[in-house]
């Protein structure tokens, strides 16, 4: 343990983040009007509404509680199978364009590649193609899924291929930020050993440096669909139909118990894919990535 | 080597190169989902004929251009125009969304923090680090070892509903008010801040912490005073990472109603595409700002 009295700055900083946080918490609360009042239901309805969505949750529903519902539709479970197979469908559409962009957009926003000797004039295009992809990516990460997915929407109607392009661009900005750092990170040994013997840049980083990321690219990329899947049901909110969609609807007229039936759906179907990432993760032997 | 000799030894090491069958499956699943996803997607730009398309897109680019532009056709024009609209909600709007996503991240940190103990692997059991200390059997033993994967799982299912449907939920429940956006923000990361965080106690070597635990401290004490000032960096660098992404997502939760952006986003959706997109731009901006400023906070902190 480090002696406090050699370290006498050692303690004191850690403590002070604490104050910090939460003086910086109650400045929000104040300004927000942020009160303890404000997390009771006011009102006798709003108690009501409150009990009656929480009850519902030890009952979801097997049965529609709409009564106009007619005699021939589907049942709700098929219902909500179908509503998260097309939340399935709109994150598995997105990662496949996200993941070819994104190690595009990774090559060129990473450094590993370059040649080393390497004229003044080719490193300085080097530099710029890297900048203006590294900011690409940040401004592509910079807007929401939701919000790009507005746009979308506005500009081309509602259409499928909206959806996918709307999620695949963020996504396609923070895989190839997370990316261009893994790459940057794996060891060079291999790739020096290789541009040793004669081979090109591009050579090397497709042989020497790409395979050795590959366990960490695959590991975060299972993350970010992880992460496609509750952005795609979200989705539903602006109009594609996902889960999201019949979420939204059912609460709207108040039939908790089906708002529960597609949430136990969307929760398990999250659980079940979080355990099929750790699996590819325990087969693949890498860490779990954090999500920088 | 011969050129054959090569060749087989090249074809007996591809033979011996490892082969899991389980990733193979995951990648074939993979596949075929991609493919289903694509051919099952029709069609695939919507039913709209291309005339009405294309028209739809034509009235949507002209309505980007800020409307004293679109009149004067000098784009001076906009720097006024731009400035009533900061001026007039757009600046309250960012700010308060910034107080949401703060206040935010900061409860669930608070909350993290204590329950973050119950999940750790080694300190969350009945011989933390290995190290016995006595008898302990019955509901007890029994009690420890159910602790820790109840407390992952709730971290788990904590972070598998998204934020915007939380939001969504409890503003129907509670009303039109700031906490709704602050808790659901603040129960999604919860999920998120445990996993990352949770991570960061499993890999800090615990040499120290195993020394003050045999040397008789309680699992509270060794959890405060060994295991969090440790790790204390880097939890922060995950908090701010969580911090940016947490006023990304307040950004949008104003879509469901409450001043933030989105509901200026929202309000000015389908009328005035100029305004729209500068509070679009105004978000984006200001997580640029943060971006660049938190790679820097991530490098000195590292």
Known sequence: MPDPATEPSYYGKKRWVFFVLVFVFLICAWALGLTPRGLIPSDVNQWDRTARFFQAALHPALDYEDVNVPEDAEPILVKGLKGILLTLKFAFGAMSLAVPTALLLGFFGSSAWWPEPCGKRSKALLRV??????????????????????????????????????????????????????????????????????????????????????????????????????????????????????????????????????????????????????????????????CI | MTNTARATRIE??????????????????????????????????????????????????????????????????????????????????????????????ILSGAVVLPVLAMASRRLSRVDPFGLRTGKVGGSLGLGWKILGPIVRFGFVLSRSVPEYLIAFLLLSLLGLQVWPLVLALAIHNFGILGRLWGEVIENTDDDSATHLYGSGLSRTSVYATSILPRSLNRFLIYFFYRWETCIKDATVLGMLGLLTLGKLIMLSKGFFWDRMLFYVLLGSCFILVMDLSSTWLRKRLR
């Open chain 1, 129 to 290: 193609v890297y900048a203006a992809c590294r900011f690409l990516m940040s401004f592509l990460r910079s807007i929401h899924e939701l919000i790009w997915a507005l746009l979308f929407l506005s500009a081309m109607g509602v259409s499928p291929l909206a959806g996918m392009v709307a999620l695949a661009l963020p996504f396609s900005g923070t895989l190839g930020k997370v990316f261009s750092e893994l790459i940057d990170e794996e060891a060079r040994d291999a790739a020096e050993a290789l541009k040793a013997i004669g081979h090109g840049p591009v050579q090397t980083f497709l042989v020497g440096i790409l395979p050795r990321a590959m366990p960490n690219l695959i590991t975060y990329s299972f993350y970010r669909f992880e992460c496609a899947l509750r952005s795609s049901a979200v989705l539903g909110f602006v109009g594609i139909e996902t889960i999201g969609l019949y979420i939204q609807l059912s609460n709207e007229e108040f039939y908790y118990r089906e708002v529960w039936t597609y949430l136990y759906l969307l929760i398990a179907m999250i659980v079940i894919v979080d355990r099929w990432g750790a699996m590819i993760r325990r087969h693949l032997q890498t860490k779990e990535g954090g």
């Open chain 2, 12 to 105: 007996e090491l591809a033979r011996q190169r490892p082969r899991d069958w389980f990733l193979r499956i995951s990648a074939l699943v993979v596949g075929i989902a991609i493919c289903w996803a694509w051919v099952t997607s029709h069609p695939l730009l919507g039913r709209l004929s291309a005339s009405r398309r294309w028209e739809n897109l034509q009235r949507f680019s002209e309505g980007l251009i800020p409307s004293p532009v679109r009149k004067s056709g000098d784009w001076i024009d906009a720097i006024p125009w731009a400035w009533e609209l900061l001026t007039d909600g757009g600046f309250v709007a960012l700010v308060t969304t910034v107080g949401i996503a703060t206040a935010a991240i």
